[in-house]
Nanobody
Framework: QLVESGGGVVQPGQSLRLSCAASGSIFKIWTMGWYRQAPGKQREFVASSTAGGNTNYAGSVKGRFTISRDITNNTVYLQMNRLKAEDTAVYYC??????????WGQGTQVTVSS
């Protein structure tokens, strides 16, 4: 029910926009979030957006990443600017602040490397 896309390989300082296509029933009601998991690390919260558009960010991405929702297309976006090597991870979307286990998808790989 959640399909992430938009990852890729970029150089430090560049940008990427991730997309998460969600089913209508989830998208209209739940707070949606982005999470990431770097190699050898636990999955961590990145950003979230309530149905009303209130946003929250992890300190490490605040000011560089922007989460947004497209109600028409039932899609959640994560605009990532000024990417750093430490942003390298698999990125997932799910509900927030409590992710639903059955909604974890395959994620999309983001690699930031010079």
């Amino acid at each position: 029910q959640l399909v992430e896309s938009g990852g890729g390989v970029v150089q430090p300082g560049q940008s990427l926009r991730l997309s998460c296509a969600a089913s209508g029933s989830i998208f209209k009601i739940w707070t949606m979030g982005w999470y990431r998991q770097a190699p050898g690390k636990q999955r961590e919260f990145v950003a979230s957006s309530t149905a009303g558009g209130n946003t929250n960010y992890a300190g490490s991405v605040k000011g560089r990443f922007t989460i947004s929702r497209d109600i028409t297309n039932n899609t959640v976006y994560l605009q990532m600017n000024r990417l750093k090597a430490e942003d390298t991870a698999v990125y997932y979307c799910n509900t927030a602040p409590n992710a639903l286990v059955y909604l974890w998808g395959q994620g999309t790989q983001v690699t930031v490397s010079s």
